[in-house]
C-alpha cells in the first residue's frame, strides 16, 4: 500500500471521528440547550402569575377603598339627614331619603363582612408568598440549568464544537434584592 494511500486513509478515518464527536456534541448541546428552555419557561409562568395575582390584590384593595368611601358618604349623608328641621310633616318627607340610604347601607353592609374579614386577606397573603417562593424557586431551576450549559460549553473537547455549532453561554437570571445583595445599583 503506498505511503499516500495511508494518509488518505487516516484522513479520512480523523474526518469521520471529527465528524461523530460533533454530531455527538451537538445532540447534547440541543438536549441541555431544551432542558434550559424549559426551565426558562416554567420561570417566565412563574412570573407572569405572579404579576396576576398582584393585579388582582390591587384590584381587591381598590374595590374595597371604594367601598369604604360610599359607606362613609352615606353615614355623612345620613347624619345630615336624621334630624331635619322644621314641623312633622316636612320630617316626615325627609325620612324617604333616610330610609333609602339605610337600605342602602344594609346592602353595603352585607358586602363589607366579606372585605373586612381577615380570612380573605390572609388567604391573599399566603397566595402572595407562596408566588414568590415558586418565582424563587422556578429562577433557581433555570440558574442551575444555565450553570449546567455554561459549564458544558467550557469544558474540553466540547469547548471545541460549542462555537462552531453555534452555540453560546446564557446569563443568569437575577431576582430583584439579589443586586442589592452585591450592593449594585
Known sequence: M????????????I???????ARRANNIFV???????????????EIKRRDDLLTRAREAVRQYNLLEEK????????NSLSVPPGTNRVRLEKSNPIFDLLSEIDNLKEKYPELKSKDPYLALMEDIQASGSRVINARLAYNRKA????????????KLAARPL???SHPFQEGVGEKFLRNEK
Open 2 to 13: 503506498p505511503k499516500r494511500n495511508r494518509y488518505v486513509i487516516l484522513y479520512v478515518i
Open 15 to 21: 474526518a469521520i471521528v471529527i465528524y461523530l464527536f
Open 31 to 45: 438536549e441541555e440547550q431544551h432542558l434550559l428552555f424549559m426551565a426558562s419557561g416554567a420561570l417566565e409562568v
Open 71 to 78: 359607606i362613609h358618604l352615606h353615614l355623612i349623608e345620613l
Open 147 to 158: 450553570n449546567e450549559f455554561n459549564t458544558l460549553l467550557n469544558v474540553f473537547p466540547y
Open 166 to 168: 453555534g452555540f453560546h
